[in-house]
């Protein structure tokens, strides 16, 4: 999502629905996003994006700025554990992510449909703990 701010300078976001995620994201357990299909045109590692959490049209919550650290395309079966757990640490295995992105995305997931994994770092401020 891109929008454009008082300076005309454009301000990128990653946006997620589910307010479970809004806790996994402000205890900086949740490190990356595994979006499916292609994203790798629109997420380029070094962009700021802005992380909000909050419902199809309707106001979100900015939860942090953040950096994208590295942006891969993939099969989702050549998924590793570890990025599997950077998404949602409560799962490990490929079948668990493939059930989970079924859900969200409204159609059946296989190992075979390519997805972009997303790893970002909160940007934190002077006051940030």
Do not use: W
């Not at 996994?24 to 629109?42: F, M, N, V």
């Not at 891969?72 to 554990?81: E, F, H, I, M, Y």
């Not at 490929?94 to 159609?107: K, P």
Request: net charge positive; proline share 5%.
């Amino acid at each position: 999502m891109r929008q454009r701010t008082q300076n005309s300078l454009p301000v990128y976001a990653l946006n997620f629905y589910s307010p479970i995620v809004a806790s996994l994201l402000r205890s900086y357990r949740k490190t990356c996003t595994i979006r499916l299909g292609d994203k790798s045109a629109k997420y380029k590692k070094g962009l700021v994006v802005q992380v909000l959490v909050g419902a199809r049209y309707s106001p979100r919550d900015k939860i942090f700025d953040a950096v994208i650290d590295k942006v891969d395309v993939k099969r989702l079966g050549d998924l590793s554990p570890r990025e599997i757990e950077h998404d949602n640490p409560e799962l490990r295995r490929v079948e668990e992510m493939s059930f989970f992105l079924s859900q969200i995305y409204n159609r059946e997931v296989s190992e075979d449909d390519l997805v972009t994994v997303i790893r970002f770092s909160a940007i934190k401020g002077p006051f940030d703990l």
